[in-house]
Structure formats: structure tokens, C-alpha cells
């Protein structure tokens, strides 16, 4: 069964920067695709980024691009998000999660942000 373990989280002044890791446990998709979600009070919630474990490919949202950098180490089976130039708006929960890639409509979930096995989240709060 496959478990993922965010840390990282913390408080930090706008401006600030954080970095998220993902600890993935029992861990054997041959494919697929990870990323970070957020969810923040009263808000619905945010694909961040995505990584495509095969080809390293990423994605962002438009409202992240250039500030975030999702990455991956496939050695120590850990995902990280590093979070630059925070804004108060960034404030949320945020979700590591993983969804594995057998057919088409895995990838058009991964797209959608549509993962299949999530972190418990670890909190982000960026004061002005």
C-alpha cells in the first residue's frame, strides 16, 4: 500500500521561500504521475503542480508559474515542491498525492489533478 508523507510546512514571511517533501512508501507504480494540491479556507481546491515520474515533464497553475519548482529524487522515493516568493494568497493545506498511469484515462485524471492516493497535508501560512 502505498503512503505519502508530507513535511516542510511551516510559517514564513511574504517574500519567504519553503520547500515541501513527499516521503512515498511502498511505492512500485513503473508509471505515473505526482503532485501538490492545496486547499485553503473557504476555497475549493488547487492543482499546484505535476510531475510525470517517466519523462520528468511538469505542470503548473498559471497562478504558481515561476514562484513553484516540483521535483523529484528517485533514489530516496521523495517528491518536493520549492515555494519562492510566497504571497499571503498561497496560505493553504497542501497535499502531495500520486496516481499511477496504466491507461489513457490515467492520463487525462493526472491532467485534471485527479490523483488516486493522497498525504495527509502539511500547513502553509505566508503573513504579509
Known amino acids: 500500500q502505498v503512503q505519502l508523507v508530507e513535511s516542510g510546512g511551516g510559517s514564513v514571511q511574504a517574500g519567504g521561500s519553503l520547500r515541501l517533501s513527499c516521503a512515498a512508501s511502498?511505492?512500485?507504480?513503473?508509471?505515473?504521475?505526482m503532485g501538490w494540491s492545496r486547499k485553503a479556507p473557504g476555497k475549493e481546491r488547487e492543482g499546484v503542480a505535476t510531475?510525470?515520474?517517466?519523462?520528468?515533464?511538469?505542470y503548473y497553475a498559471d497562478s504558481v508559474k515561476g514562484r513553484f519548482t516540483i521535483s523529484q529524487d528517485n533514489a530516496k522515493n521523495t517528491l518536493y515542491l520549492q515555494m519562492n516568493s510566497l504571497k499571503p494568497e498561497d496560505t493553504a493545506v497542501y497535499y502531495c498525492?500520486?496516481?499511477?498511469?496504466?491507461?489513457?484515462?490515467?492520463?487525462?485524471?493526472?491532467?485534471?489533478?485527479?490523483?488516486?492516493?493522497w498525504g495527509q497535508g502539511t500547513q502553509v501560512t505566508v503573513s504579509s
Open positions: 510531475i510525470y515520474t517517466g519523462d520528468g515533464s511538469t
Open positions: 511502498g511505492y512500485t507504480y513503473s508509471r505515473a504521475c
Open positions: 498525492a500520486a496516481r499511477p498511469i496504466a491507461t489513457i484515462v490515467d492520463l487525462a485524471g493526472c491532467g485534471k489533478g485527479d490523483f488516486r492516493v
